[in-house]
């Protein structure tokens, strides 16, 4: 769990490596088959050139990071807003990073908003945007 | 969990406030092993045995959603928003609710804009969401997925 929540702190990192194989899990579990993710020859035929991980994949790293940070709050009280940038394709390395923006005290409740990020290693921004948890201070 | 094959709406037929069918599921727990293991979550954590992330839960709509509408292929999921209300316990019967808020035809391009709200077996709301996708102009030809 994130100590001392401050404006500026950084949240804690994720490293995730995208396969083909996890893409493949993904699209079995959520059931979203759609072939630029599962079909490596159609995706070669159209203007990606090849497939790309679901977006909703790739914000799930983001949502393993609040939870980390910010645990039973975020299940319960949480908020993403987010857009899709670039894709993320098989092979790559997803840096997730997130650092607070700004932090309103309601009462006994902190809305704790966070600057959220998932890019490539060395490479594009693949989703970016804001995500707030409300966290109980006190009690 | 979704994935069955129905006949799926044309998205150039949409129009503001149009309601999809609810689509109703219980998310068991081998669901959701099956999720944490697809989003590769570490499976040490305890609130995963007892409580659903809710990306699965959004996953699920989403999904729901697009097992209704005909996407011709270059779809883009270009924004996402999600709002968590509750903690949703394992086993949990969710009925996803989704309609359409903006459909906008420019040029070549459409964008189509869906709300998504979530609630649980007692009617509760646990989740809700907006989904902005990006599509091309219609092709008749085309074959959609």
């Known amino acids: 769990m994130l100590k001392d929540i401050s404006v500026g702190k950084e949240l804690s990192p994720v490293v995730k490596h995208v396969t083909q194989e996890e893409i493949n899990r993904y699209a079995q579990a959520s059931g979203d088959f759609n072939p630029i993710h599962v079909d490596e020859a159609f995706a070669a035929q159209t203007p990606l050139k090849g497939t790309i991980a679901h977006g909703m994949l790739i914000l799930a790293y983001i949502s393993e990071m609040m939870l980390v940070d910010f645990g039973e709050d975020w299940f319960s009280a949480g ?20 650092r607070v923006s700004d932090i309103d005290n309601e009462g006994d409740i902190s809305h704790v908003r966070c600057a959220v990020e998932c890019s490539i290693k060395g490479g594009d921004v693949v989703i970016a945007g804001n ?6 201070t006190k009690g | ?57 959004g996953a699920y709509a989403m999904t729901a959603m697009g097992n209704a509408i005909s996407f011709p292929p270059g779809t883009i999921h270009a924004s996402q928003e999600f709002e968590f209300y ?60």
């Open chain 1, 131 to 136: 995500a707030e948890v409300k966290v109980k």
């Open chain 2, 1 to 57: 969990m979704p994935g069955s094959k129905k006949e799926k709406l044309d998205y150039g037929e949409l129009t503001p406030g149009y309601e999809f069918p609810a689509v109703t599921y219980e998310l068991h727990a081998h669901i959701i092993d099956q999720y944490t293991k697809a989003v590769d979550m570490p499976a040490d954590r305890e609130i995963l045995s007892e409580f659903i992330p809710p990306l699965a839960i």
């Open chain 1, 79 to 98: 908020e993403l807003a987010v857009r899709f940038k670039a894709p993320a394709r098989p092979g790559d390395i997803i840096m997730v990073s997130g």
């Open chain 2, 86 to 145: 509750q903690m949703v316990p394992v086993g949990t019967v969710i009925t996803c609710r989704t309609r359409v808020e903006r459909n906008i035809s420019r040029g070549k391009m459409n964008m189509l804009v869906l709300v998504m709200n979530v609630f649980d077996q007692d009617e509760r709301k646990v989740q809700s969401g907006k989904a902005t996708l990006i599509l091309p102009a219609q092709d008749k030809n085309a074959q959609g997925y």
